[in-house]
Every structure is written in structure tokens, then in C-alpha cells.
T-cell receptor, first 112, second 118 residues
Framework: QQQVKQSPQSLIVQKGGISIINCAYE??????FPWYQQFPGKGPALLIA?????SEKKEGRFTISFNKSAKQFSLHIMDSQPGDSATYFC???????????FGTGTSLTVIP | DTGVSQDPRHKITKRGQNVTFRCDPI?????LYWYRQTLGQGPEFLTY????????KSRLLSDRFSAERPKGSFSTLEIQRTEQGDSAMYLC????????????????FGAGSRLTVL
């Protein structure tokens, strides 16, 4: 059973466009929602994260939007660049546990 | 500190052989995790250590898998009698609770050890 559902599986965006990746969860015990970026041959690296007490968090060109009632959160990459081409994973972690649950990933390609 | 180090980066073995992976976490991190990642999938939790104590194990961790973290520093993940289904990337991560993230548990991953079982 996939605890965190991620879509789309792949995304192609023109340089300068907005990339949007969506995730949904069911477990209301989750209270920390990070996004990871992974380049080929590398481990995932933390990009940005949010707690459910806020609806939005922005760091540079990256924004997380969080809808607690809908149990959905999304990553927005503004002014997408070719260097953003990577696989992105959303994840969720419960307050009382140490196990992170990851989505299945979105392969982003930014075309110059 | 160079981050989380994993060794070897690649391992090709024949079915039935034993393999061992090593992870050196960030020195000040007391928590260490092993995850498995197959092609086109997100990382799947295998096990977690706090210092030298193994506190959580996934159902994915069959009795052919064993992980240790002696002295609470580096960790090893051993797979006995490997099967073709064990082929995957084995990721190690260490973590520290960070105030700027609301004391959330922030994972730092290594580059992984890719296992191919022929």
C-alpha cells in the first residue's frame, strides 16, 4: 500500500516555465513533509520541507503548497531551469515514528 | 565532514553469495537509516538505528538481511544468499533534528550502493 501517492510520473517543461508536482496522503499522523531531489547516480538530497501548521513555504524558486483538509501537498518550481532536470520525491514522516514514506518519484526534464 | 559515505558504490554478485555494504554517517548524527530503492520507485525503509540500538525494522527486511551499527558509528548491511530480487540501490541516511525545520528529523542520504545479482 503506497502511503504517499505522487503524480505525474514524468514531466517536461520549457525553460522558464512552472513545474508542478503533486502528492497525496491518507495518514493524518504525518506531520513533516519534505521534498527530495535526486540526480542520476546520487542519493536523494533535501530540497524543501513543510509542517502542516502552514499552508505554504517558499525557498527561492521552490514553493510547497499544503492543503491539510485535502491531505495534499505540491511542489512548484518557478522559472524552471535545465539544471532542475532530476527526479523529485515527496515524502512524509509521522510525529511519533522515524520511518519516512516516499512517493514513487517524478522525472522532470526542463527543455532549454 | 564529507557527508554520508557508502562503500562499495557498485557490487555485482552471483545468486546465493553474501554481500556486505558499509555506511559511514555524518559524525554528529546519532540516527542512521537503511533504505532500498528500485528503478522507478522511491526509497523504501528497511531499518533504523539510534546510536547502536536497532529500533525499527521493516517487513521488507527478511531474515537474510542483517544490519549492525557497532559503537554507534558506521553501519553494515549484510545480505545472505542473495536473490535476483535483491538487485537494487541500497541507500544509507543519517539524521539530526534541526531547529529551523521545527525539530524535524532531516535525512542526509549517501550516494548509495548499487547491487546487481546475476
Amino acid at each position: 500500500q503506497q502511503q504517499v501517492k505522487q503524480s505525474p510520473q514524468s514531466l517536461i517543461v520549457q525553460k522558464g516555465g512552472i513545474s508542478i508536482i503533486n502528492c497525496a496522503y491518507e495518514n493524518t499522523a504525518f506531520d513533516y513533509f519534505p521534498w527530495y531531489q535526486q540526480f542520476p547516480g546520487k542519493g536523494p538530497a533535501l530540497l524543501i520541507a513543510i509542517r502542516p501548521d502552514v499552508s505554504e513555504k517558499k525557498e527561492g524558486r521552490f514553493t510547497i503548497s499544503f492543503n491539510k483538509s485535502a491531505k495534499q501537498f505540491s511542489l512548484h518550481i518557478m522559472d524552471s531551469q535545465p539544471g532542475d532536470s532530476a527526479t523529485y520525491f515527496c515524502a512524509a514522516n509521522p510525529a511519533t515514528g522515524n520511518q519516512f514514506y516516499f512517493g514513487t518519484g517524478t522525472s522532470l526534464t526542463v527543455i532549454p | 565532514d564529507t557527508g554520508v559515505s557508502q562503500d562499495p558504490r557498485h557490487k555485482i554478485t552471483k545468486r546465493g553469495q553474501n554481500v556486505t555494504f558499509r555506511c559511514d554517517p555524518i559524525s554528529e548524527h546519532n540516527r542512521l537509516y537503511w533504505y532500498r530503492q528500485t528503478l522507478g520507485q522511491g526509497p523504501e525503509f528497511l531499518t533504523y538505528f539510534q546510536n547502536e540500538a536497532q529500533l525499527e525494522k521493516s517487513r521488507l527486511l527478511s531474515d537474510r538481511f542483517s544490519a549492525e551499527r557497532p559503537k554507534g558509528s558506521f553501519s553494515t548491511l549484510e545480505i545472505q544468499r542473495t536473490e535476483q530480487g535483491d538487485s537494487a540501490m541500497y541507500l544509507c541516511a543519517s539524521s539530526l533534528e534541526i531547529p529551523s525545520h521545527g525539530w524535524a528529523n532531516v535525512l542526509t542520504f549517501g550516494a548509495g550502493s548499487r547491487l546487481t545479482v546475476l
